[in-house]
Each structure stands twice: as structure tokens, then as C-alpha cells.
């Protein structure tokens, strides 16, 4: 059974940036896809971003242009870059996994597999 552990989350003020970590224990094949989930309080959890094992990615619309996914795939670490923070991205972040998806159909499919989450606060 995978599982997934976040790190890098914390506390930033507005306009500023943060790296979120993943790596996974058991076994994960490089073909799958992997991203961020986010949930703020009060509201449901929304998928974030996505790579898939061919290098795809796709973000949801509120963080494209300020937020980059990346893996490294040797070492199975995927990473979230989160640049010009808003206290709109105030959240629990969550590392996913979605098996052998594209990165467009993860975004709109249930993962199977969830970390236990980093906290995220930015303060205006």
C-alpha cells in the first residue's frame, strides 16, 4: 500500500512563496499520476494541480500561472512550487495519487491514494 507524506508547508504573508514536498513509501510506478489537492475551512476539498507519467500537467484555474508541479521521478518526490500566495490559498494541501490518468482526466477523477496533509496559512 502507498503511502504519501507532505512537508514544506508553513506560514508567509501575502506575495510571497512556499515548496510543498511528497515522497511515497511502497511502491508508486513512474506512470503515475500524481498531484495536489487543497481544502480550505468550510469548504470541500478541490484538486490543485496534476502530472501524469508522461510530463502533462494541468492546474485548476485560480493558482495557473503562480503555481508549477514538478516530479522528480528517480528519486519519486513531486513537488508543488506555489509563488504570489494569497490568503485565498490558505488550506490543508494534500498529496494524491490517481494511478494511470492523464493529468486532464485527474483533475476531474476521485484519487486513490492520500496523504495526511501540510498546513498552508498566508496572512495578508
Known amino acids: 500500500q502507498v503511502q504519501l507524506r507532505e512537508s514544506g508547508g508553513g506560514s508567509v504573508q501575502s506575495g510571497g512563496s512556499l515548496r510543498l514536498s511528497c515522497t511515497a513509501s511502497?511502491?508508486?510506478?513512474?506512470?503515475?499520476?500524481k498531484g495536489w489537492f487543497r481544502q480550505a475551512p468550510g469548504k470541500e476539498r478541490e484538486a490543485v494541480a496534476a502530472?501524469?507519467?508522461?510530463?502533462?500537467?494541468t492546474y485548476a484555474g485560480s493558482v495557473k500561472g503562480r503555481f508549477v508541479i514538478s516530479r522528480d521521478y528517480y528519486r519519486d518526490i513531486l513537488y508543488l512550487q506555489m509563488n504570489r500566495l494569497k490568503p485565498e490559498d490558505t488550506a490543508m494541501y494534500y498529496c494524491?495519487?490517481?494511478?494511470?490518468?492523464?493529468?486532464?482526466?485527474?483533475?476531474?477523477?476521485?484519487?486513490?491514494?492520500w496523504g495526511q496533509g501540510t498546513q498552508v496559512a498566508v496572512s495578508s
Open positions: 511502497g511502491y508508486t510506478y513512474s506512470t503515475y499520476c
Open positions: 502530472m501524469d507519467g508522461d510530463g502533462r500537467t
Open positions: 494524491v495519487t490517481w494511478g494511470k490518468l492523464t493529468a486532464i482526466q485527474a483533475l476531474d477523477s476521485v484519487p486513490n491514494s
